[in-house]
């Protein structure tokens, strides 16, 4: 199996536009979709992109995923941060019937 | 909506078994695979366990493999883990959730989730 390795922390002021990375160790990132969740202290998670750049219903389209194959990696990219935006956020993606999943990154929104 | 609800959980001593429910409502449960995804306390994500929407077939994370098992009820619309040799390592927030594909061949990805709950195995 591979790895999926985010930043562990990332900050931004309200209004801003953040991107968090995920970077698949082996394989190609494409070859699987992408999937990121949020989760707010206390909740569980919750999808926000799922299919690389797909939102669920509901989610502001203020969350927009991407695939770099260059550096064989996915983003998540967050426009017009609001304070609600601070969470930790998880990529994931599969392989062979196992889910893997990235190590978090906690954002904040100050 | 969909919804999905666990119990179950509880504390357990070292070695001890234990077994988690999760009912789902507001969608079609047979025609999605389920998984279970744990959450260690301070710690970020770890899948578990899969289920196919048929119940034929399932699959495990190396570190819980010959300890525990999914099945699945689908006149039910209920999806089981079942916890055996419990280790400290155990201890965590046990999610189950819904895959995003409808009659997927493999796992993808989960679509929703449920609110957990809490294994704690103590020594």
């Known amino acids: 199996n591979f790895l999926l390795s985010q930043p562990h922390s990332v900050s931004e002021s309200p209004g801003k536009t953040v991107t968090i990375s995920c970077t698949r160790s082996?394989?190609?990132?494409?070859?699987?979709?992408v999937q990121w969740y949020q989760q707010r202290p206390g909740s569980s998670p919750t999808a926000v992109i799922y299919?690389?750049?797909?939102?669920p219903s509901g989610v502001s389209d203020r969350f927009s995923g991407s695939i770099d194959s260059s550096a064989n990696s996915a983003s998540l990219t967050i426009s017009g941060l609001k304070t609600e935006d601070e969470a930790d956020y998880f990529c994931?993606?599969?392989?062979?019937?196992?889910?893997?999943f990235g190590g978090g990154t906690q954002l904040t929104v100050v | 909506q969909v919804q999905l609800v666990e119990s179950g959980g509880g504390v357990v001593q070292s070695g001890g078994s234990l077994r988690l429910s999760c009912v789902a409502s507001g969608f079609t449960f047979s025609r999605y695979g389920m998984h279970w995804v744990r959450q260690a306390p301070g710690k970020g994500l770890e899948w578990v366990a899969f289920?196919?929407?048929?119940?034929?077939?399932?699959y495990y994370a190396d570190s819980v493999k010959g300890r525990f098992t999914i099945s699945r009820d689908n006149s039910k619309n209920m999806v089981f883990l079942h916890m055996k040799t419990l280790r400290l390592e155990d201890t965590a927030v046990y999610y189950c959730?819904?895959?995003?594909?409808?009659?997927?061949?493999?796992?993808?990805?989960?679509?929703?989730w449920g609110q957990g709950t809490l294994v704690t195995v103590s020594s």
């Open positions: 082996s394989g190609n990132i494409a070859s699987n979709f």
């Open positions: 959730a819904k895959d995003q594909v409808p009659r997927g061949y493999n796992g993808y990805g989960c679509h929703s």
């Open positions: 289920i196919r929407f048929t119940g034929s077939d399932d």
């Open positions: 994931q993606s599969y392989d062979n019937n196992n889910l893997v």
């Open positions: 299919e690389g750049d797909q939102r």
